[in-house]
């Protein structure tokens, strides 16, 4: 069974600086995607970025960017440039093709920018 | 677009009683998602319809939960009778197509339900 692990509960970080929240997988399929969604205060679910598992190059949305590790099936978000409006839950998700209708979410990292 | 709509915005009901919620989906939108989030469980999708029909229900918990989607604009998810380990935050969340790891799922804000 696929599973998805975030074992960072919670994470901080100064406005402008750099973070990176760690993600890791398990799965048995070569083909799959990852997600990285944002649930700001308002508990509202919003995709930051996608990446699909066989595509070598990573994703980058904006000041958003991935390091994907298919090897050691490890899928963590960089947030260049931290803004107070980037505090949020973050949450590692998982679909592969053969189970498009699910997506499994990892537990979820809390981010607190500090200004 | 107004987007994914959900009511209520929270919930606080007994034991026992019946809970309907509800959702819009985005106009347009062929698919959509029932999720619950508790702390111990995480997100978890509960069913999901393509063009009101029930694909997939296996996330279901038990019979005491049951979903509809009586048209393209409307869908209910209904638990009778609820119990306080129902206590959550339930989304729903819709996608233009057929689900795909391409197509973005849109989330509602959630409907906060607690059960005393």
């Known amino acids: 069974a696929q599973t998805v692990t975030q074992s960072q509960p919670e994470m901080s970080v100064q406005e402008a600086e750099t973070v990176t929240l760690s993600c890791t997988y398990d799965t048995s399929e070569s083909n799959y995607y990852l997600f990285w969604y944002k649930q700001p205060p308002s508990r509202q679910m919003i995709l930051v970025i996608r990446q699909e598992a066989y595509k070598q190059q990573n994703a980058t949305e904006n000041r958003f960017s991935v390091n994907f590790q298919k090897a050691a099936k490890s899928f963590s978000l960089k947030i260049s440039d931290s803004q107070l409006g980037d505090t949020a839950m973050y949450f590692c998700a998982f679909t592969d093709f053969h189970n498009t209708d699910k997506l499994i979410f990892g537990t979820g990292t809390r981010l607190q920018v500090f200004p | ?116």
């Open chain 2, 1 to 116: 677009d107004a987007g994914v709509i959900q009511s209520p915005r929270h919930e606080v009901t007994e034991m026992g009683q019946e809970v309907t919620l509800r959702c819009k989906p985005i106009s347009g939108h062929n698919s959509l998602f029932w999720y619950r989030q508790t702390m111990m469980r995480g997100l978890e999708l509960l069913i999901y319809f393509n063009n009101n029909v029930p694909i997939d229900d296996s996330g279901m918990p038990e019979d005491r939960f049951s979903a509809k989607m009586p048209n393209a604009s409307f869908s209910t998810l209904k638990i009778q009778p609820s119990e306080p380990r129902d206590s959550a935050v339930y989304f729903c969340a819709s996608s233009p197509g057929l689900p795909s790891p391409t197509d973005t799922q849109y989330f509602g804000p959630g409907t906060r339900l607690t059960v005393l």
